[in-house]
């Protein structure tokens, strides 16, 4: 009998460390084990390390060092802005009004769920349309005078759908709103300029782009008022108190350049692989359909709804022959309710239910993609015949 292989295609759950990262971390455990604040050489040496790291990331996002907090995920990144931003805005008398697209990661949608549930602030969800995308007129049309923050994802973790950010963002800026995006999953493969994407916070996570996990980053325009949620010391410029992972802060910095370095090359390959994805499933499944932006979406991300199925038993079918996928947010797993974003998009309970996500990465290959096409359609015709 063939050995079962064993092929990966949850990139969007997360990825493996790249080991030029691994190296740069290296030397922050055991040589270079400062704590940055201190005054003497040790905290000297990691503070020079943990200052090149935020510029690096600076750099990358083209805005000054002072303007990076490092935190402990992208999940805190998130809360810290919206939380941060809301409460700052409530404090100052400034408003209770916030706006949210539907589509957001828990992160973000339980975050505002909660500022309205147990501190009264007001959320207005965004429409979107059967790709999941936001019209940026509906956002200008939500506006109020006591709106003080605005939430729209960069891309979509389950349906891989871009957002117009930037046509957003152009609108927040002319009523001087500050106007946040979670990027967590835009980090490796898209601009993350954050003049041309015209926001005012912007949250990452290293493990999304080959980086280590339980690291993040939350960019904040210079004079956005946020309360910080971690208090304590006056780390990071007093927007969050802790002493600094300098380790996994310099293998994020690593990361995020060599990602962004490279991006070009390496999404013109997996583009053509989620392309081979997308168009085998829709050839050789019948009722089967792409979820998400057929253009306007990440490179490496193929997304479906198949009527007649339950994502959770096609994920145990796919892992026993060896592929590791995913239906809807690696968060909901164990949840046979069909995600708030699948509902969103208008998609029927019975096709909803049928989630699966195939997010293809570095080390993907032609093969791979041979066999998960080869093996998929087998799986649904038996799962259905049951
Ligand atoms: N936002 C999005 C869009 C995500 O996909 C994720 C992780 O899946 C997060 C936020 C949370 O990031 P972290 O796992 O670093 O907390």
Redesign the pocket.
């Known amino acids: 009998m063939a050995e079962t292989p064993s092929i990966y295609l949850d990139h ?2 997360t990825t493996p460390v790249d080991p030029r990262v691994v190296a740069a971390m290296m030397p922050y455990w055991t040589e270079v084990y400062g704590n940055p604040s201190s005054i003497h050489r040790y905290g000297q040496a990691a503070a020079a390390a943990l200052e090149a790291a935020r510029r690096d990331v600076a750099e990358v996002l083209a805005c000054t060092p002072n303007e990076i907090v490092f935190t402990s ?4 990144s ?1 809360n810290l802005a919206l939380r941060g931003v809301a409460l700052a805005a409530r404090a100052a008398g400034r408003g209770n009004h916030l706006i949210v697209s539907p589509v957001e ?1 828990h ?2 949608s339980h975050t505002a769920a909660q500022l309205r549930d147990s501190f009264g602030f007001d959320v207005t969800w965004l429409p979107v349309d059967e790709y999941g995308r936001v019209n940026p007129d509906d956002v200008g049309r939500a506006i109020r005078d006591d709106t003080v923050l605005i939430s729209v ?1 960069l891309a ?2 389950e349906i891989g759908t871009i957002q117009p950010v930037a046509e957003i963002g152009a609108i927040a800026r002319r009523k001087g709103i500050p106007f946040h995006t ?1 990027a ?2 835009g980090g490796g493969m898209l601009d993350l300029n954050v003049d041309r994407l015209k926001v005012d916070l912007l ?1 990452l ?1 290293a ?2 782009f080959y980086g280590p ?1 339980g690291v ?1 980053v939350l960019y904040v325009r210079k004079d956005t008022p946020l309360l910080p949620m971690l208090t304590g010391g006056g780390h990071e410029r007093g927007r969050r108190a802790g002493t600094q992972n300098v380790p996994y802060i310099v293998g994020l910095a690593t990361a995020l350049r060599l990602a962004q370095a490279e991006k070009e090359t390496a999404n013109t390959r997996l583009q053509a692989l989620r392309d081979r994805l997308i168009a085998g499933v829709l050839e050789t499944i019948p009722q089967a359909r792409l979820t998400g932006h057929p253009s306007e979406r990440l490179p490496n991300h193929a997304s479906f709804a198949i009527r007649g199925v339950q994502g959770q038993d096609l994920l145990v079918h796919l892992d026993l022959a060896g592929i590791a996928a995913s239906s809807g ?3 909901n797993t164990g949840n046979p309710e069909p995600s708030e974003v699948l509902l969103a998009l208008g998609l029927p309970r019975e096709w909803a239910l049928g989630s699966l996500r195939l997010t293809v990465g570095r080390q993907t290959t032609d093969e791979d993609v041979a066999y998960t096409l080869d093996v998929l359609p087998r799986i649904v015709a038996r799962l259905r015949a049951l």
């Open positions: 969007a759950a995920c992208g999940s805190e998130d990661h992160a973000v994802m979509n973790n979670d967590v999953q949250a996570s493990h999304k996990k993040g947010s690696a968060c």
